[in-house]
C-alpha cells in the first residue's frame, strides 16, 4: 500500500504566504514524477506544478514566479512553496506521485487526499 500525505494547507491573507509539503510512504521503490494539482469550487482540477526525480519542473503559467516545487528524494517528499498568494490561490490541493512498486513492474500515480488553501483578508 501507498499513502502520500498532504500538509501546510491553511488560511493566509492576499500577499502571504504558505508551505505545502507531500509525503509518500508504504511498498515504493521509486518515484518518478511528482505534482501539485489543485481544484476550485466549480471548476477542474488543475495542474499547478510537477517535478520530475532529476529535478526538471514545470508550472502552470498562473502560478510562475510565485510558487516553487522542490522535493526531497531520500525522504519521498515534494514541497510547494506558494509566495505571493492571491484570493483565486484558494482551492483543495492535491499532491500525486508517479511511482513504482518494484524494480521491474510497472508504473502507477497515487493521489494524496488534499489539503485546504484559503487566501483571504
Known amino acids: 500500500q501507498v499513502q502520500l500525505v498532504e500538509s501546510g494547507g491553511g488560511l493566509v491573507q492576499p500577499g502571504g504566504s504558505l508551505r505545502l509539503s507531500c509525503a509518500a510512504s508504504?511498498?515504493?521503490?521509486?518515484?518518478?514524477?511528482m505534482a501539485w494539482y489543485r481544484q476550485a469550487p466549480g471548476n477542474q482540477r488543475e495542474l499547478v506544478a510537477g517535478?520530475?526525480?532529476?529535478?526538471?519542473?514545470n508550472y502552470a503559467d498562473s502560478v510562475k514566479g510565485r510558487f516553487t516545487i522542490s522535493r526531497d528524494n531520500v525522504k519521498n517528499t515534494v514541497y510547494l512553496q506558494m509566495n505571493s498568494l492571491k484570493p483565486e490561490d484558494t482551492a483543495v490541493y492535491y499532491c500525486?506521485?508517479?511511482?513504482?512498486?518494484?524494480?521491474?513492474?510497472?508504473?502507477?500515480?497515487?493521489w494524496g487526499q488534499g489539503t485546504q488553501v484559503t487566501v483571504s483578508s
Open positions: 517535478i520530475t526525480r532529476g529535478g526538471s519542473t
Open positions: 508504504g511498498s515504493i521503490f521509486s518515484i518518478n514524477y
Open positions: 500525486n506521485a508517479d511511482y513504482k512498486a518494484t524494480e521491474w513492474g510497472g508504473m502507477y500515480r497515487y
